[in-house]
C-alpha cells in the first residue's frame, strides 16, 4: 500500500508539472466549451447539456487515450518503468496509480465545465448529480484502462498515436457527443450502437436531460466496468518494463477483447433498437427544451380573448408567459426571436373525432395500404397542418395504440392520440334534423355537439364527382400521392345507383349545417371534428375545412376556434394542459398569416407549428423513420 500510495503521488505531481497534459486535460476542453457554446446558441434552453456531454466525452476521451496510454509508453520508451523493475513493486501498483491519477485530474474539469454551464448559460444543477459524477467516474476508469492496453500492446510511442487515434476519432463523431445520432444516415446510426463512448453519450443526456439514475443507465454502466476489469487484467499480464521487450504483432488484438464488452451489447442494442430509440427520444427533449420568444403578434388566449400585439415565451416545452405590448428583450431571456409581425397566434388545433385506422380514400392495389405506415404518416399529417392532438376510435389490429404510444415516447413526432373511451359525450347525427328540445337537453346536460359538416361535404361530392377538394393546398401537401390517385378513379366509377340517393346525400350537407346552428344557439358545448378518415376526409387537412363550413353555416369565427382549441380539449379532459394560450399550459401554438378571426381560411396559411415547445420543421415531419 505504501509504495502504491507513493507512486500515486509521484504521478500525480509529475502530471501537474507536465504543460503539455494540463493543456490537454484542461484547456483543450474548456477551450472547445466556450466555442461550441457559443456556435449552438447554448444559453436558449437544453442545448447547453449538450456541449457539457460533448467537453466530458472529449476530457475522458483525451485522459484516457492520450493520458494513460501515451504516458505509459512515454515511461516505458525513456527507461523510467526500468528504475522500478529492481525495485520491490509490481504492475498492480503503476497501473492503479495511473487510473487514480487520470480520476483526480478529470474531477475539476467536471466541476468547472457544471459551474460554467449553470452560472452563464442557466443550465439547471442536474437532478441526478449523484449518478452524473458516478458515470463520469466510470467512464475515467474504463477509458483509461483502454488506454493502458493500447499502451500495453503497442511497440512504440509512433504505434501508440496510431491505433490511439484511429480509437479516438469515431469515439468522439460517432458517439452522439458532437452530433446527434438522429440525424446520422441509417448505417451509421447502427454502427453507433457498437461505439463505446456512445453509451457514455446517452448515459450523460439521460442523466442530465431525462433526470435519470445511474441504475436506470446500468447496462451501459455494467459494459464500461467490464471493459476497465478485462483491460487492466490483460495489461497486467502484457506489462513490460523495457523498450526492448517487444509484443508480436497478433498481441494487438487484445484491444479487440477489450472491446468485446461493447461488441456483445452493441449487437443487442442494433437488433432491439433499444439505445437507438432511447437517443431519439432525448434528443427530442432536448428540442423541447429550447427557449423561443415569439414576438409582435395577434395572440388568441382563449374562449374570446385576444391580445392584439403581445408575445409568447416558451420555454422547456411549455408556455413560461405571455406578453401584452412589448416583449422583455429576447437575450436577456435568453430566448431565441421569432418575429411574428402581422400574424396570429392560436392554440394548436384538436380534432375530436377521426378514425385513424381507415385511409380517408382508395389504395390501388388494395395492398398499397400498409395500416401501421398509414397511421404513422397520418398523425404526422396532423401535426403538419397544425393538429396537436386528435381523438380515435380504437382499430381491431391495436396499431393505433401503436402509434400512440410511439408518440407519447417521442420516438414518433405527430399529433397526440387520443383514445375514444377517453372522451365525453359526443352527439353528431346529420341523416335527420335535430329538434330545439333535444339541444337544450343537451345543453343543460353538459353534452357536446360534434357536426362533422366535412363528413357530410365528402359524402355529397362521391356521387356527384366534384373533385375540388383534391385541389386544396393542404391536401396536395400531406395527401400520399398513391392515395390521391386511387381516389380521384374510384370516383370517376362512382355513380349514385337513384336520384333519391343523390338527393339525400346533397341534404346532408344541409341537414348537419342547421343542426350545428340550431346547437349553437341553445348553448350546446361545440367540439370540432372532421370525421377524417371516412371517404374523401384526408387526415390532416379536413379540420381546416370544417370551421371553413362552420362559418360559411353563420357560426362566428372566435365560436369556431373555441370549438377546435378549447372546447376540444375540455371534451379531451385535458384542458389544464392544452387547448389554450396560457401559462404554464404545453406549448402547442399555431402561428398563421392573417387573421383567423376576421378570415377563418387564415388558419391554413401556416407560417409555423410549436409542439410541446419544439419548433417543428415541417417538411421534415415525412422523413422520419
Known amino acids: 500500500m505504501r509504495g502504491w500510495l507513493a507512486y500515486t503521488d509521484i504521478t500525480l505531481r509529475l502530471t501537474m508539472r507536465d504543460r503539455a497534459a494540463l493543456f490537454f486535460s484542461y484547456v483543450f476542453p474548456l477551450l472547445f466549451f466556450f466555442i461550441f457554446a457559443e456556435i449552438s446558441d447554448a444559453e436558449q434552453g437544453g442545448v447547453i447539456t449538450q456541449v457539457v456531454t460533448m467537453v466530458l466525452i472529449l476530457a475522458i476521451l483525451g485522459n484516457g487515450l492520450f493520458g494513460a496510454g501515451v504516458r505509459a509508453v512515454q515511461d516505458r520508451e525513456l527507461n523510467i518503468l526500468r528504475r522500478f523493475k ?35 448559460y442557466g443550465m439547471p444543477i442536474p437532478e441526478r448529480w449523484v449518478s452524473l459524477f458516478a458515470l463520469v467516474s466510470i467512464g475515467v476508469l474504463a477509458f483509461r484502462a483502454i488506454g493502458l492496453i493500447v499502451a500495453s500492446v503497442v511497440n512504440s510511442a509512433q504505434e501508440s498515436a496510431i491505433l490511439n487515434q484511429l480509437l479516438y476519432l469515431p469515439m468522439l463523431f460517432l458517439s452522439g457527443a458532437t452530433f446527434p445520432i438522429t440525424a446520422l444516415p441509417s448505417w451509421a446510426q447502427v454502427a453507433v450502437q457498437f461505439v463505446p463512448a456512445s453509451y457514455l ?68 442494442d442494433a437488433w432491439t433498437r433499444d439505445n437507438l430509440n432511447k437517443a431519439k427520444i432525448l434528443h427530442r427533449d432536448l428540442r423541447r427544451s429550447r427557449t423561443l420568444l415569439i414576438r409582435d403578434a395577434r395572440i388568441v388566449i382563449s374562449k374570446g380573448k385576444v391580445i392584439e400585439s403581445g408575445a409568447v415565451l416558451i420555454r422547456d416545452g411549455r408556455i413560461a408567459d405571455v406578453f401584452e405590448g412589448k416583449a422583455p428583450d429576447a437575450k436577456t431571456l435568453r430566448a431565441e426571436a421569432v418575429e411574428a409581425s402581422g400574424k396570429t397566434i392560436i392554440p394548436a388545433l384538436i380534432d375530436v373525432r377521426v378514425s385513424l385506422g381507415l385511409p380517408g380514400g382508395v389504395y390501388e392495389p388494395a395492398r398499397a395500404y400498409q ?41 414518433w413526432l405527430g399529433a397526440e392520440v387520443f383514445k375514444s373511451d377517453h ?74 345507383e337513384s336520384p333519391e340517393e343523390l338527393a339525400a346525400a346533397q341534404a346532408d350537407l344541409g341537414q348537419a349545417t342547421e343542426n350545428l346552428r340550431r346547437a349553437w344557439r341553445a348553448g350546446v358545448i361545440l367540439a370540432a371534428g372532421s370525421g377524417s378518415g371516412n371517404p374523401l376526409v384526408f ?18 369565427p372566435e365560436v369556431a376556434l373555441e370549438a377546435a382549441t378549447y372546447n376540444g380539449a375540455r371534451i379531451l379532459t385535458a384542458l389544464g394542459r392544452i387547448g389554450a394560450v396560457q401559462k404554464g399550459l404545453e406549448a402547442n401554438l399555431l402561428v398563421v398569416d392573417g387573421n383567423p378571426l376576421q378570415d377563418i381560411a387564415a388558419t391554413e396559411r401556416i407560417s409555423l407549428v410549436v409542439f410541446k415547445g419544439e419548433r417543428v420543421f415541417r417538411s421534415a415531419l415525412f422523413e422520419q423513420e
Open 539 to 556: 387526415h390532416g387537412p379536413a379540420i381546416h375545412r370544417e370551421l371553413q363550413l362552420w362559418v360559411d353555416a353563420g357560426i362566428p
Open 371 to 411: 395500416p401501421d405506415k398509414a397511421v404513422l404518416r397520418a398523425v404526422a399529417a396532423y401535426l403538419y397542418c397544425g393538429v396537436a392532438a386528435v381523438r380515435s376510435s380504437a382499430d381491431a389490429g391495436g396499431v393505433v395504440d401503436r402509434v400512440r404510444k410511439l408518440v407519447a415516447e417521442g420516438q
Open 86 to 120: 529492481v525495485t520491490p513493486i509490481s504492475p498492480a501498483p503503476i497501473l492503479a496509480a495511473s487510473m487514480v491519477t487520470g480520476w483526480l485530474v478529470l474531477l475539476p474539469v467536471l466541476l468547472v465545465t457544471l459551474g460554467l454551464a449553470v452560472l452563464l
Open 201 to 268: 453519450a446517452t448515459g450523460f443526456q439521460g442523466i442530465m436531460i431525462g433526470h435519470e439514475s445511474l441504475a436506470q443507465n446500468w447496462r451501459s454502466a455494467a459494459a464500461l466496468l467490464a471493459a476497465t476489469v478485462v483491460a487492466l487484467f490483460i495489461s497486467m499480464k502484457l506489462f513490460r518494463w523495457e523498450k526492448e521487450e517487444k509484443v508480436p504483432r497478433t498481441g494487438k488484438l487484445w484491444v479487440v477483447v477489450v472491446l468485446l464488452p461493447f461488441l456483445g451489447l452493441g449487437a443487442w
Open 423 to 496: 372522451a365525453g359525450t359526443l352527439a353528431g347525427p346529420f341523416r335527420e334534423l335535430t329538434a330545439p328540445e333535444e339541444f337544450a337537453r343537451m345543453a343543460a346536460h353538459g353534452e357536446a355537439y360534434v357536426p362533422m359538416l366535412s363528413a357530410a361535404e365528402a359524402g355529397a361530392s362521391i356521387l356527384t364527382g366534384d373533385a375540388e377538394m383534391f385541389e386544396r393546398s393542404l391536401v396536395l401537401q400531406v395527401g400520399p400521392p398513391e392515395l390521391i390517385e386511387g381516389t380521384k378513379r374510384m370516383m370517376r366509377r362512382a355513380s349514385p
